[in-house]
């Protein structure tokens, strides 16, 4: 074999080599900017999602603070309102629930445990709270709200289905109490939140309650 074509064959195998190797430090750098594309990406999203949970949490606590001090922007303009009420129902706690006047009595004044059935000692706090409702609120919509703690139903289970059938049948025992002292009973709503609506995760007692929440004109 002449060393010519020899010569040519080894330029033609070099020349392909060198295509190769070119080819592939261009799928390198494709690959190496694609990397890096997909980096900024992530880092962007966990940017994104960390504001997210930052925003989340920060409206989680302006709410709950809305709730427990009347300060979100549904409560009245009156900020002494609460405060004054409160030294006229001092069994009683005032606050803001949704945006609402709240007046709420735990069960410890109200019922015995297990019991539907209002104590003698809590008439005369319930006549507080007409008399304030008849005063101040003629008109609006009374919602009587019955809530428990997370304690399943036990020694009673034979009576309450559930603990939201035992704080629908509370809130209602109380709506009937405001109803014989004077309230309309047209303009009263009763609901049962059961366990499901908690005021304090840390303190049952504080969880077991009715709340007496004035909404709007009906």
Known sequence: MSTKPLALLLLAAAASLGSCTTRYQDLLHDRDSRIRELSGTIANLRSENEELQRREAQARA????????????????????????QSEIPEATIGYSRGRLSIGIPDSVTFDSGSTVIRDSARGVLGQVANVLKRDHTGKRIYIEGHTDTDPIEKTKDKFRSNRHLSVERADAVARELIRLGVSEGSIVVAGYGQFDPKDRGTKAKNRRVEICVGEGM
Do not use: W
Request: aromatic share 0%; hydrophobic share 35%; glycine share 12%.
């Open 62 to 85: 302006d709410l709950e603070k809305s709730r427990t001090e009347g300060t979100g922007p549904a409560a009245p303009a009156d900020a002494g309102a609460a405060s004054r009420l």
